[in-house]
């Protein structure tokens, strides 16, 4: 199936990428022929080069700087505007994403199979051994906290930001609830969650340059584990307790109550016992250990039965 480029729209956010650019657009224009640059309030401005695709890109200038999540949102709040757009790219002004990966993206959107198809380099294990080790090991424990606080058991590699979205879906989520800052890409799809989107990930390399990343490497493990704390937190209680109620949450009110009610109760007849220097009953001992097994089982089983939950291919 030949790729549409009137219905595809091309968000690249840019913040201090002048040499990496106009190679960027150029790639880009192979596939769509509407591109959004989302100028960030970036100190290296862009190229007058990019004059000469004035009648297929468009530049929003910011006044302040948004954060690349703020930045590709402005962008997308551009092309949904436009009626002919039905499927949006994100792609990354320092050219370490190779375009050619773009029909595998677009593909099951436009078929209608998937909403979201993103990147994922740690599928490709002669790419992955290319990637820096402090990404790989950032984004092997990152990837797997937010399979938990997003509930997209069956995906990996949540920081790529070369993905495809269809506008439809995009049209339903709220965008203040989207980050603006490096955890951008994995909120957005906690916030895919609430839809049951389907989530497929194509197999792709990164391309490690000498350009310079703007990220804070030292500052990204508090930054995400706080809002990977906050989004698993508001996915189980929006999930289980407001637009829900089923089995999964018996599993987790009752698993709560008797694991913490045994840890508790055994904690109360220790120091009781304990105290008045007497060995804690053995009838007392077990009745505290059986509940602290029964709720670790139930709290087991609503974990499988999230895991159960991902939204995905039937």
């Known amino acids: 199936m030949g790729l549409n480029k009137q219905q595809i729209g091309i968000v690249i956010p840019y913040f201090n990428a002048s040499k990496h650019i106009e190679a960027v657009v150029q790639k880009a224009l192979q596939y769509s022929n509407t591109i959004v640059i989302v100028d960030d309030k970036s100190?290296?401005?862009?190229?007058?080069?990019?004059?000469?695709?004035?009648?297929?890109?468009?530049?929003?200038?910011?006044?302040?700087?948004?954060?690349?999540?703020?930045?590709?949102?402005?962008?997308?709040?551009?092309?949904?505007?436009?009626?002919?757009?039905k499927i949006i790219i994100k792609l990354d002004a320092d050219d370490q994403m190779d375009s050619t990966y773009i029909p595998q993206l677009v593909e099951p959107i436009e078929q209608e199979e998937y909403s979201f198809v993103k990147g994922n380099r740690f599928r490709d294990f002669r790419a992955l051994k290319n990637m820096p080790w402090s990404r790989r090991f950032g984004n092997l424990s990152l990837s797997f906290l937010s399979k938990v606080a997003t509930g997209y058991w069956n995906c990996f590699d949540f920081n790529n930001g070369f993905f495809a979205i269809s506008k439809n879906s995009l049209k339903l989520i709220d965008s203040n609830k989207v980050a603006n800052n490096y955890f951008f890409e994995t909120s957005l799809i906690a916030e895919l969650y609430y839809q049951k989107a389907k989530i497929k990930e194509i197999a792709m390399p990164a391309i490690y340059g000498e350009e310079t990343s703007n990220m804070k490497v030292f500052q990204m493990p508090f930054l995400f584990s706080v809002n990977l704390l906050k989004k698993f937190i508001s996915r189980i209680w929006k999930s289980y307790f407001v637009y829900d109620f089923n089995i999964g949450t018996l599993y987790i009110v009752f698993g709560h109550v008797l694991f913490y009610g045994g840890i508790i109760y055994g904690g109360i007849n220790w120091y009781h016992y304990a105290s008045k220097d007497i060995l804690t009953p053995v009838g007392t001992i077990m009745i505290s250990a059986l509940l602290i097994i029964l709720g670790f089982q139930l709290l087991l089983q609503a974990i499988q039965f999230d895991i159960l939950n991902t939204p995905k291919e039937k």
């Not at 080069?49 to 999540?69: A, M, W, Y």
Request: hydrophobic residues 35%.
């Open 43 to 85: 100190p290296e401005t862009l190229p007058e080069s990019l004059q000469q695709f004035k009648n297929t890109v468009t530049v929003l200038n910011e006044n302040e700087n948004l954060g690349v999540g703020g930045a590709t949102k402005k962008g997308f709040l551009h092309l949904q505007s436009l009626p002919n757009i």
